[in-house]
């Protein structure tokens, strides 16, 4: 039970003046098998990282996230952006066509994406997208 108490002092949660300028990122307890944090420790220690950020280096890999999809999705916010300062109508018109031209982008990215990982439910909501 003192541990429990000691951990809590040790990681307090941050104020919101601290919150502000740090990165936001998502927090997820975990449960171990026995033996695994050693061996994650060890490997932390060999490649010079936390354990935290061995923990993550190894989820990158397994896990790779899509940054095409990522820099389309930022292009069409940054578009909408733009779209909705525009006073003029033909730049406007103009925006609206470079929407359809990423949405292309981002549709043949989706799809390439389900092809990867595809369930039947995949495919359903991907077309309403």
């Known amino acids: 039970m003192d541990a429990i108490v000691s951990r809590r002092k040790w ?4 104020s919101m003046a601290e919150s ?8 997820f307890m975990l449960r171990l098998p026995d033996g695994m944090r050693d061996r994650i420790r060890a490997a ?4 010079g990282r936390s354990m935290n950020a061995e923990i993550v280096y190894t989820l990158e890999h397994a896990y790779p996230g899509n940054t095409e999809i990522d ?7 940054e578009k909408l952006d733009t779209f909705k300062r525009e ?3 033909k730049r406007r018109a ?4 470079e929407l359809s031209d990423l949405n292309q982008l981002l549709q043949k990215e989706l ?8 369930t039947a439910d995949d495919q359903d909501d991907i077309k309403f997208l």
């Open 44 to 47: 932390a220690e060999a490649n």
């Open 111 to 118: 799809r390439s994406l389900s092809g990867n990982f595809s």
């Open 20 to 27: 502000e300028h740090r990165t936001l990122v998502d927090k």
């Open 87 to 89: 006073k003029s109508k």
């Open 71 to 77: 820099e389309i999705a930022s292009a069409i916010a």
């Open 94 to 97: 103009e925006i609206l066509e």
């Open 11 to 14: 990681c307090p949660f941050a």
